[in-house]
């Protein structure tokens, strides 16, 4: 598949995407791309952010290839179990954060703690740092285990946004790429 014959839904996660976030850069760069808007990107609501990603999906034209990041990934696997033949064909997951460091952030819905315990119904991966704040990478492997997902190691790499070196991200887009070419 190619960027050109998919819907790809970018997926936030708490506090947004900044300008400089490798998310906004490429729902700027891939003309299909369009980020998910959230009514609250500071006290995010797990059925709230579930409902508009489910209307986003459904507002598709083409099928749909899910990007999300942090809390963002989060939403996509517990979004999962309503999406069986919505037209999702993948999801490109990066740096999910884990549900114990979830649980003690107050401005979060505790909904997004709960882990996700199910296969998604379609394929996915997950890029993990070895060195993310928000997560160890045995939690990483634990839940592309749960989720069925293919697990890629980022090496140090922080949270994997702009505040850790991650602006433009050439790296991110060619495993996009690659991602995109199996599916």
Not at 13 to 42: E, V
Not at 153 to 164: E, K, L, T, V
């Amino acid at each position: 598949m190619r960027t050109s014959e998919a819907d790809i839904l970018i997926v936030p996660g708490l506090g947004g995407s900044g300008a400089d976030h490798w998310q906004s850069r490429w729902d700027a760069k891939l003309p299909t791309a369009r980020l998910i808007l959230q009514d609250s990107f500071d006290r995010p609501v797990l059925s709230e952010w579930r409902e508009r990603l489910i209307e986003e999906i459904l507002r598709a034209e083409r099928p749909v290839v899910l990007v999300g990041h942090s809390l963002g990934s989060l939403a996509i696997a517990h979004a999962a179990p309503h999406l069986r033949d919505s037209g999702v064909k993948g999801a490109f997951l990066v740096a999910p954060p884990a549900p114990d460091v979830v649980a003690t952030l107050s401005s979060i819905d505790p909904a997004f703690a709960a882990s996700p315990m199910e296969p998604l119904p379609f394929p996915s991966l997950i890029i993990a740092s070895r060195d993310d704040p928000y997560s160890s990478y045995a939690e990483s492997e634990r839940l592309a285990g749960s989720l069925g997902a293919e697990l890629v190691d980022a090496g140090n790499s922080g949270h994997i946004n702009a505040d850790s070196g991650h602006g433009p991200w050439p790296e991110g887009l060619m495993r996009f790429a690659g991602f995109l070419k199996n599916l």
